[in-house]
């Protein structure tokens, strides 16, 4: 993996975790969310094919996108 590779996996990363924690954090404001209840939802949403596709889908788009504004697109493999 290239150094722009590993740069792009870093911003991807940071991306989703920070909309996980808004995410989150916005629930738990509301009173929706509390700690416990994190692991009861991760379960399903592990066994979802159809939902993983979909997640892939729109997660490849976004690798994509930051892939450009890092100016490395046409480094990206092909989709498999």
Known sequence: MTHA???LMLFMFVKQM????????S???KGVLDEGDLPAYEAPIRSS????NAMFDQV???Y?????????????????
Request: glycine share 6%; proline share 3%; net charge negative.
């Open 64 to 80: 994509s996108a930051f892939a450009t504004s890092l100016g490395i697109a046409d480094q990206l493999p092909d989709k498999a």
């Open 27 to 29: 629930l738990k404001s």
């Open 49 to 52: 094919d159809e939902m993983n």
């Open 18 to 25: 920070s909309l996980f924690h808004a995410l989150i954090e």
């Open 60 to 62: 490849a788009g976004y």
């Open 5 to 7: 590779e590993h740069k």
